[in-house]
């Protein structure tokens, strides 16, 4: 079965300084990975997704991750973080069918 | 045009009441989808429509009755709905080939209450 798994529900970083975001998860198959952001009461955006192409994905944003295979990580990082950039974040693994497997998201909180 | 809009965007019923949940797409996208999504919770999956035709059912309630009348439209049929279903009720889409097939484009939601 594949899961993923969000380390940390709430995340304070001050302006400026480094988003990091940990996401780890298990599959048995190369998986297909997605970072997806919600702003208060919006819908799900795509950040990014890796595809098994490059392990350092660029999103949108100035959002990035790198999957690692050794240690099952696919972590969101982000070198500067903004106000806007207070949101929920959810990590999901494809499963290969229709259903996307969420993460229990991480609030991800900016001080100014 | 990569925007799924959905109606209304809140919607307060009760619990004998008949209401339904609308969304639409024009990105030509064969798979859609209804996520039901408490507060501080991930969506849960509750439909999936691939052609039009019914894919998914997460064994949801009899109470709620999707449709997909056709590759642009879904619609969500609620009825005698308890207060528990009180959630935000969130619709997307996406291709159903390629490597693309699973990246979703979700809606903004309805915020639906049950009294």
């Known amino acids: 079965a594949q899961s993923v798994t969000q380390l940390g529900s709430h995340v304070s970083v001050s302006e400026g300084a480094l988003v990091l975001l940990r996401c780890n998860y298990s599959s048995s198959v190369p998986p297909y990975l997605f970072w997806y952001v919600q702003y208060p009461n919006q819908g799900l955006q795509l950040l990014l997704k890796?595809?098994?192409?490059?392990?350092l994905v660029k999103g949108i944003n100035g959002f990035e991750a790198e999957f690692k295979k050794s240690e099952t990580s696919f972590h969101l990082t982000k070198p500067s973080a903004h106000m806007s950039d207070a949101a929920e974040y959810f990590c999901a693994i494809d499963t290969g069918g229709f259903k996307t497997i969420f993460g229990a998201g991480t609030r991800l909180f900016v001080k100014a | 045009d990569t925007e799924v809009t959905q109606t209304p965007k809140h919607l307060v019923m009760g619990m004998t009441n008949k209401k339904s949940l609308k969304c639409e797409q024009h990105m030509g996208h064969r798979a859609m989808y209804w996520y039901k999504q408490k507060a501080k919770k991930p969506p849960e999956l509750m439909f999936v429509y691939s052609y039009e035709k019914l894919s998914i059912n997460e064994s949801v309630p009899s109470r709620f009755s999707p449709e997909c009348p056709n590759s642009s439209l879904l619609n969500l049929h609620l009825h005698a709905l308890q207060p528990e279903d009180s959630a935000l009720y969130l619709c997307?889409?996406?291709?159903?080939?390629?490597?693309?097939?699973?990246?979703?484009?979700f809606g903004a939601g309805t915020r639906l209450s049950v009294l």
């Open positions: 890796y595809t098994s192409a490059a392990t």
């Open positions: 997307a889409s996406s291709q159903d080939q390629g490597i693309a097939k699973n990246i979703q484009y």
